[in-house]
């Protein structure tokens, strides 16, 4: 039963309580979707920490390599001359 097409007084109070009882029960259902959405959330964001932390790691094995190769080249410089 819903109320958007009944006048609230006109109602007895079987039928109001079974109002309340659907109004209820759809706001269970509401709070458990919200649940599961937060749930998803979560999800999303230990993925995308996961991700930005092998970003990090490759960035930083980039960043070694290319003071390595640096390093090698001012040793043979500085051994030539």
Same mark, same amino acid.
């Given at each position: /039963?819903? +109320? #958007?097409? *009944? $006048?609230? !007084?006109?109602?007895?109070? $079987?039928? +109001? #309580?079974?109002?309340? =009882?659907?109004?209820?029960? #759809?706001?269970?259902?509401?709070?458990? $979707?919200?649940?599961?959405? =937060?749930?998803?959330?979560? =999800?999303?964001?230990?993925?995308?920490?996961?991700? /930005?932390?092998?970003?990090?790691?490759? !960035?930083? &094995?980039? *960043? $070694?390599? !290319? &003071?390595?190769?640096?390093?090698?080249?001012?040793?043979?410089?500085?051994?030539?001359?």
């Amino acid at each position: /039963m819903s +109320l #958007e097409n *009944h $006048d609230i !007084a006109s109602l007895s109070r $079987d039928e +109001l #309580e079974i109002c309340l =009882n659907e109004l209820g029960q #759809e706001l269970n259902t509401a709070g458990d $979707d919200v649940q599961l959405a =937060n749930i998803d959330l979560q =999800n999303a964001l230990q993925k995308q920490e996961q991700t /930005m932390e092998e970003l990090f790691a490759i !960035a930083k &094995m980039l *960043h $070694d390599t !290319a &003071m390595l190769i640096l390093n090698k080249k001012k040793g043979v410089s500085l051994r030539r001359v």
